[in-house]
């Protein structure tokens, strides 16, 4: 009996162990967790396997991202984020209360829609890249400017 007791013990150490090292795995490569309702619906295009989690890989490859649902109690006050979405072709930041967005990461944006996003007043895009920019009413009070990407030589040169 005893000896079972002891080998029940190490079954059981050894499955925990293994089940600690999998949420290790897990965390790695989390981006986002989908646990907040306005959210989900934001990012429920980007999370392809429908788990409730972004992974850097889902992040990668997403090519729209609309941050604009759930009205007034989806406002986002750090974009920093954005940066892992380098393929994204249309962006909406939703009712994003920063006054600069650093999109150069993004060379394939094609769309930056910002009428949920009025405070908006300086745009950072990557030389090379032109997205139309649609803003709230009119042409918008921000300034747009275009870096070099260093990672990129090919930008250089447009």
Not at 64 to 72: E, F, N, P, V
Not at 90 to 112: I, S
Not at 147 to 157: A, C, E, G, K, R
Request: hydrophobic share 40%.
């Amino acid at each position: 009996m005893k000896k079972l007791l002891i080998l029940a013990a190490l079954v059981f150490s050894a499955i925990c162990l293994k089940a600690q090292n999998a949420k290790t795995e897990k965390a790695d490569s989390v981006f986002i967790a989908i646990d907040y309702s306005p959210f989900a619906r934001c990012f429920a295009i980007v999370d392809t396997n429908k788990d409730g989690i972004v992974t850097f890989a889902e992040a990668n490859v997403a090519d729209t991202l609309y941050l604009g649902y759930g009205g007034r109690k989806n406002i986002i006050s750090n974009v920093d984020f954005l940066k892992h979405f380098p393929n994204l072709k249309y962006l909406n930041p939703g009712n994003a209360t920063v006054e600069e967005l650093d999109l150069r990461h993004m060379k394939k944006l094609e769309v930056l829609d910002l009428t949920l996003a009025p405070f908006v007043k300086k745009i950072t895009i990557t030389t090379g890249c032109y997205p139309k920019i649609i803003y709230p009413s009119g042409e918008g009070d921000f300034t747009v400017t275009r870096v070099y990407d260093p990672n990129d030589q090919s930008s250089w040169w447009h």
